[in-house]
């Protein structure tokens, strides 16, 4: 049996003559750039997560740059974020010239950790990013006090998270600013790259966008120096079907993530992910972990089992991030992490009975 990590095809199957006829009209009108359809995509995807604002972006790193540079991060500023997480999370502090600084995670969810973070700041901080990983969001109710006495902003990376709640609180609502990813194989994923900004404040919306339209609010009019980063007319067509979709996927990967903890609940070995109280997970990723990963990883490729590492290096420990200077032994929760943690498939068409063989090949691998 075959078992892909992520099946698109499936996910396309369903969307097909939707966004055939969606395609068709921007051609007809050649409506390339912004449009009615990416207004459309914006006006659903703020009404989906419940924030006022929603600003359609090139890629969730332009997210995150957009969103920092939106609420005053600026060059040689700090902003406090997770080793644990995609280095795009980094390169977006680092592409405007600040400095990332990290901190370690909580061990039994990998999400940024509060107390790391409290620590962390200084008198030069201008932000901290909470990293909703994996499909679970971080613990912003303990950075809020925080990060109001320091006068500091609460910027989220939302990128594995597109339906997932806290205490009932949408994920890209929960800080003044949240930047989010819609790369293919996200929960909601575009047919290339796309991302977005989505907010509450008026005036962050309205910066956002600004930079994001080379500082521009009117044509040949430049305010500030911003960047070209557009949601593509096309990649909004696309989103809108797979929006109307979206929480009967979610619901699916939660299912799957339940067979999930039934099918290796009684293997030995194998640590199963655990869900922070309070969180209503989407699934993004379910993660394991296990020892001499790389062994078994190679084990499920040789069964056919689509498998992946997320993330297999903490950003410290990155070339990329050599000049912070922070060896191993620097994030200790992360690092252990790193060399354990196993990506199983999980999609919304993922079959109990590719479960049941996925579960089976792993537990005759740790075994």
């Not at 980094?90 to 039994?108: M, Q, T, Y």
């Not at 490729?301 to 050599?322: E, K, Q, S």
Request: net charge negative; aromatic share 6%; hydrophobic share 45%.
């Amino acid at each position: 049996m075959n078992v892909a990590f992520v099946d698109l095809k499936a996910q396309h199957a369903e969307i097909a003559d939707e966004v055939r006829a969606g395609i068709e009209d921007v051609f007809a009108r050649t409506a390339f750039i912004g449009g009615p359809e990416v207004t459309a995509f914006e006006d659903e995807y703020a009404g989906y997560v419940g924030a006022r604002h929603c600003i359609g972006v090139a890629n969730g790193t332009d997210a995150l740059e957009l969103a920092l540079r939106a609420v005053g991060v600026t060059p040689g500023g700090e902003v406090v974020l997770p080793a644990n997480t995609f280095i795009a999370t980094a390169e977006a502090v680092s592409r405007i010239g600040a400095a990332p600084v990290l901190v370690d995670v909580d061990d039994d969810h990998l999400l940024i950790d509060a107390a790391a973070v409290e620590q962390a700041i200084t008198s030069r901080t201008q932000a901290v990013v909470p990293v909703h990983l994996f499909g679970q969001t971080a613990v912003v109710e303990l950075l809020e006090p925080l990060c109001a006495a320091a006068g500091i902003s609460i910027v989220e990376d939302a990128a594995q998270s597109q339906g997932a709640r806290r205490h009932g609180r949408a994920a890209g609502t929960l800080g003044l600013v949240a930047g989010t990813s819609f790369y293919p194989g996200k929960n909601l994923g575009a047919a290339g790259d796309a991302g977005a900004v989505t907010t509450d404040d008026a005036g962050v919306a309205d910066r956002v966008r600004l930079l994001g339209a080379h500082g521009s609010p009117t044509k040949y009019v430049h305010d500030v120096i911003g960047v070209n980063s557009r949601l593509d007319t096309v990649q909004a067509v696309y989103l809108r079907a797979k929006l109307s979709r979206l929480e009967k996927w979610n619901q699916l990967r939660r299912e799957a993530a339940a067979r999930y903890d039934e099918l290796l609940s009684g293997i030995p070995g194998v640590r199963t992910p655990r869900v922070l109280p309070g969180n209503e997970p989407v699934w993004h990723l379910y993660v394991v972990r296990v020892a001499e990963r790389d062994r078994v990883l190679a084990g499920l490729t040789a069964a056919g089992i689509g498998a992946g590492i997320h993330y297999p290096t903490p950003v410290h420990l990155t070339d990329a991030y050599a000049g912070l200077e922070q060896g191993p032994g620097s994030f200790p929760v992360s690092e252990r992490a790193a060399g354990q943690v196993l990506s199983l498939p999980m999609h919304p068409h993922l079959t109990s009975e590719q479960q049941e063989y996925v579960a089976a090949t792993l537990g005759s691998l740790v075994g």
